[in-house]
Nanobody
């Protein structure tokens, strides 16, 4: 079992920045993907961004140019730098850590991000 600990959520004004980080208790063998998903009230959970242990990244169109994901394979941590935040970015953000073949898949407990004036 892998435990994921998230940090960095909170309340920010539109145009502001937040940094979310996720730390895993141990690594997954082989090719793995760490990412952030979000779920707003009444909406389905959606991918925000993810990154492989090789450094390949993937972003939702809505966050391209504003968010940046990074990963430290030694420390088994992953962070999401979120800039120019918008009210529509408000959601619970979940850390995800999975094997590339999806056989192993872990979720964090979620952290609230609220963008409001």
């Amino acid at each position: 079992q892998v435990q994921l600990v998230e940090s960095g959520g909170g309340l920010v004004q539109p145009g502001g920045s937040l940094r979310l980080c996720c730390a895993a208790s141990r690594s997954i063998f082989g090719i793995s993907v760490m990412g952030w998903y979000r779920q707003a009230p009444g909406k389905q959970r959606e991918l925000v961004a993810d990154i492989t242990n090789g450094g390949s990244t993937n972003y939702a169109d809505s966050v391209k140019g504003r968010f940046s994901i990074s990963r430290d394979n030694v420390k088994i941590t992953m962070c999401l730098q979120m800039n120019n935040l918008r009210p529509e970015d408000t959601a619970v953000y979940y850390c995800n850590y999975r094997a590339a073949n999806n056989i192993i898949n872990y979720w964090g407990q979620g952290t609230q991000v609220t963008v409001s004036s």
